[in-house]
C-alpha cells in the first residue's frame, strides 16, 4: 500500500494528468456557466435558454415563510446520478446540448483526447481493491465466531505447513448455523510432495486438503488464510496451482508450485 500511494504520488504530479486536470476544470466551468429553462405544459416540454426570468421558487418561499412553524418535512426528491437519466431527461440534454454547441462540443473534444488517460495499473488496483476489502468483510464473520486466519509465511524450502485450517466453504455452511468447525492440521517436509487422503464417501475427505489448497491461493493475493498464526503456516512460493472442476473433472490452471 505505501508503494501503490507513492505511485499514486508520481502519477498525480506527472504531465499527463495534469494536463487532464486542467482541461477537466476548463469543461467543468463551461458546463457549469450554463442556464436554460424547462417549459411544461401537459405532455409538451420545452427547452429554451435563460433569459433573466424571475426566480419564482425564491419568491414563494419568501411569502410562506411566515407559516413555517418548526422543521417541516422535505419534499424534495433526492436524485441518484448512477441509475441514470430517464428518456425525458435524456430529451432534455439534447435540446440543451443544441442550445450551447460551444459548451458540448468541447465536452466531446475532451473524452476524445483523453478517452484512455487512465493508467492501467490504477485500473488494476481499483478492480483488485474491491475484492480484497470484500473479502475482508466475508471473513470477519468467521473471526466473530473465533475462527482462526493468518498470513502465511512464504519461504523457498520446499516445505508447506497448514495448523488449524479450516475449509472457508464449508465453515460459511456451518457458522450461521452455530454448528462447530472441525479445523485439521496438514504438512510436507522433506521429500514429500503428494498428500493422500483417504476414507469412505461422505467421510469429510474434501475439508481435509482444502485449507492446504486456500493457503497457497491466498499467498498469491496477499490475503489472510484459515489457518493459526503468525509463524504456524508457511507455504512455498507458487506460480500457479491446480484445481479440478467436480463436474467437469478437468483442471484449470492458475498457479503452479516451482
Given at each position: ?5 507513492g ?25 457549469s ?5 424547462v417549459t ?5 416540454v ?5 433569459e ?6 425564491a ?11 418548526g422543521?417541516?418535512?422535505?419534499y424534495?426528491t433526492?436524485t ?12 432534455i440534454l ?36 474491491q ?9 470477519a ?14 519461504t523457498?524450502?520446499r ?38 487422503v483417504?476414507g469412505?464417501?461422505?467421510?469429510a ?29 508457511s ?21 503452479r508450485?516451482?
Amino acid at each position: 500500500m505505501l508503494a501503490f500511494r507513492g505511485y499514486l504520488r508520481d502519477y498525480a504530479g506527472s504531465d499527463g494528468f495534469c494536463a487532464l486536470k486542467e482541461d477537466a476544470a476548463q469543461v467543468k466551468a463551461a458546463l457549469s456557466a450554463i442556464r436554460y429553462c424547462v417549459t411544461i405544459n401537459g405532455l409538451k416540454v420545452r427547452v429554451r435558454k435563460y433569459e433573466g426570468e424571475t426566480d419564482y421558487s425564491a419568491e414563494v418561499e419568501s411569502t410562506f415563510e411566515k407559516f413555517r412553524q418548526g422543521a417541516v418535512r422535505d419534499y424534495r426528491t433526492k436524485t441518484n446520478p448512477a441509475s441514470g437519466m430517464s428518456y425525458v431527461e435524456a430529451q432534455i440534454l439534447d435540446c440543451v446540448a443544441r442550445l450551447f454547441p460551444e459548451a458540448f462540443a468541447s465536452l466531446h473534444a475532451f473524452c476524445d483526447r483523453h478517452s484512455h488517460s487512465l493508467d492501467e495499473t490504477i485500473r488494476t488496483f481499483d478492480r483488485e481493491i474491491q475484492f480484497y476489502v470484500a473479502y475482508l468483510e466475508f471473513v470477519a464473520r468467521f473471526r466473530e465466531a473465533g475462527l482462526p486466519f493468518c498470513y502465511p509465511e512464504i519461504t523457498t524450502a520446499r516445505e508447506v505447513d497448514d495448523y488449524e485450517g479450516f475449509d472457508i466453504a464449508l465453515a460459511n455452511r456451518l457458522v450461521p448455523e452455530n454448528l462447530s468447525v472441525v479445523c485439521n492440521d496438514s504438512y510436507l517436509e522433506g521429500r514429500e510432495r503428494v498428500i493422500v487422503v483417504s476414507g469412505p464417501n461422505q467421510g469429510a475427505r474434501p475439508p481435509l486438503p482444502a485449507p492446504l489448497g486456500s493457503c497457497t491461493t491466498w499467498q498469491a493475493s496477499v490475503a489472510p488464510s484459515p489457518a493459526e498464526g503468525p509463524g504456524s503456516s508457511s507455504v512455498t512460493a507458487c506460480s500457479r496451482t491446480l484445481r479440478r472442476s467436480r463436474t467437469s473433472r478437468t483442471c484449470a490452471a492458475s498457479y503452479r508450485m516451482t
